[in-house]
């Protein structure tokens, strides 16, 4: 009678091993599955953390500008940018992104849109895509009347430069007092901006801007139409 207990404490035994083993595998299995479905998106997989990244990018470009030609200003000008590059990174973190990930707002994207911001426009507006056209008018301090209304920055895309505050703009086209409206052809919702400051890109938005004209949960304003109104 002894010996059958002792070989059916065995098997016990034997069967609470494979049982344990069995659920560490699904343990295992669980948190590889569960690790997976946490991976950070990039910016080609997300409208979201495409924004982010090109608010990053121009920031930091913005950064690398100041420090290669410093002014009076540039110190002040870069403890800024750099809180909004932390704060940047932070929605970056919360937004399921890439932390880190910068994109620049540059003039590759501007090739596939000229076509869109030139049919709403009359034949004289195949002058404006040209640099020399976007920084006449900034070069007029006094913004006169021909100057109103038009169009500039085409083909550029609108993101958020991280600063709080007031509604307003910050751009390196245009000085500050520059007045810009920005509508978002996505949804028609527009806002009239005054630039307050430098900053890497033709047009962008701080936070109270930027959530003027916005779509939900977008970080980017693919179409644009941007113009200069005084």
Sequence with gaps: MSRRRTLGTKKKLALLVSAATVAGGGAFVMASTSNAAQTPKSASESTVCLGLATALGNNQKFIADQRADPDAQSEARIANREAVVAEIKRKQEASGCAVGESAQDSQTAQPSQPAQSAQPSDPAA?????????????????GGAA?????????????????????????????????????????????????????????????????????????????ALIEKVG
Aim: contains cysteine.
């Design 126 to 142: 195949t002058a404006q895509p040209s640099q020399p056209a976007e920084s006449a008018p900034a070069a007029d301090p006094g």
């Design 147 to 223: 100057a109103s209304g038009q169009q500039v920055c085409n083909g550029s895309t609108v993101t958020l430069s991280g600063e709080g505050g007031a509604p307003a703009a910050s751009s390196n086209q245009f000085p500050a007092g520059t007045k810009l409206k920005v509508t978002n052809l996505d949804n028609n919702k527009s806002t009239t901006v005054e630039v307050t400051s430098v900053s890497g890109s033709c047009a962008l938005l701080n936070d109270a801007a930027f959530e003027q004209v916005r779509e939900p949960g977008k970080f980017l304003i693919r179409r």
